[in-house]
């Protein structure tokens, strides 16, 4: 009589044979409502081509503008190249998921998306903070603006910002390509997302969500602690101004920035710095649209448009009186 013996090693051998792995994903887009998917279609394609002009048209007047060389605007160019550069990251899919429907996509070609969005939204979080020092030294030691925010330093917090972004991305992918995704592949989203991602996996997450919780309280709460930091030392040297004009000036430039970080945060702090996998993903979506199409599109407009000397920039370029 013959004995049939597995070993431990055969039969985990067999059983990976048997677990196969997800080759593509199945994105479902913002909207399942055939009657709502051409309206949104035409709504967000009009904002995406708006964004992109706004943008466009901020670094080419800070290129092309001596005027405009000064630290705010440097930062202001890299933020409009970062806002062009993320709303092509996020809205050809959504797009397409609008136009088509449900739609798959290959393993390699989500984590590609998934790494340029992590980069850029860690970069953007950065270059905010940076925004609001260089504010907080304009505003509370003016004296020392020159040699606080000289081109070496500015060229340096833009260097790390982006440097910061693209090195927490590889941690972040990395560790999310390597879980292992047995099926069902479909995220309920309109791109390739952490969340969604990890609620597909078949194996234990756990360290990946570590990895995820500590990148975002770093990246996200470190530079809004910053940013806040900042706006609150401006509140105060404001309201000690004795001109009422230049407190109304002051006010005026910080509560617009204000609100473009308020709503940026609010959002990607309540998707990103929760240790959990998120449930509720058609809030997701929701709040997943703020921060990839409603501030890279309302951003140009409350940090250069409504400025005085980009209006005088814009007036020079387009030969208006």
């Given at each position: ?157 833009a260097l790390s910002s982006w440097l910061g972004g693209l090195l927490v991305s590889v941690a972040k992918t990395t560790c999310i390509a390597s879980l292992s995704y047995c099926g069902p592949n479909v995220l309920n989203q309109f791109f390739c997302d952490v969340s969604p991602l990890l609620n597909l996996s078949c194996t234990h997450v756990a360290l990946t969500e570590l990895v995820d919780f500590i990148s975002a309280i770093v990246i996200f709460c470190g530079t ?98």
């Amino acid at each position: 009589m013959s004995t049939n013996f597995v070993s431990p090693q055969m039969e985990r051998s067999l059983e990976s044979g048997n677990m196969s792995r997800v080759q593509e994903f199945v994105l479902l887009g913002l909207s399942a409502r055939l009657g709502m998917r051409g309206v949104l279609f035409a709504v967000f394609l009009t904002l995406y081509l708006l964004t992109l002009l706004e943008n466009t048209l901020i670094v080419c007047l800070i290129c092309s503008h001596s005027e405009l060389r000064k630290p705010m605007y440097f930062f202001l160019g890299n933020l409009s190249c970062l806002e062009m550069c993320y709303v092509s990251v996020t809205m050809p899919s959504l797009l397409v998921g609008l136009w088509t429907g449900p739609f798959h996509v290959p393993f390699t070609a989500c984590m590609t998306q998934l790494f340029f969005f992590i980069v850029l939204i860690c970069t953007e979080c950065t270059l905010l903070a940076s925004m609001a020092y260089d504010r907080y030294v304009a505003i509370c030691r003016p004296l020392h603006y020159p040699l606080l925010m000289r081109p070496q330093v500015c060229l340096g917090l833009a260097l790390s910002s982006w440097l910061g972004g693209l090195l927490v991305s590889v941690a972040k992918t990395t560790c999310i390509a390597s879980l292992s995704y047995c099926g069902p592949n479909v995220l309920n989203q309109f791109f390739c997302d952490v969340s969604p991602l990890l609620n597909l996996s078949c194996t234990h997450v756990a360290l990946t969500e570590l990895v995820d919780f500590i990148s975002a309280i770093v990246i996200f709460c470190g530079t809004l602690l910053v940013a806040l930091a900042s706006y609150s030392a401006i509140g105060v040297a404001v309201l000690r101004m004795p001109s009422a004009a230049a407190r109304r000036k002051a006010f005026s430039t910080c509560a617009s920035h204000l609100i473009v970080v308020g709503i940026f945060y609010s959002a990607a702090l309540f998707i990103y710095c929760r240790p959990s996998r998120i449930k509720s993903m058609d809030l997701n979506k929701v709040l997943s649209v703020v921060y990839t199409v409603v501030t890279p599109m309302c951003n140009p407009v409350i940090y250069c448009l409504r400025n005085r000397e980009v209006h005088v920039a814009l007036r020079k370029t387009l030969h208006w009186p």
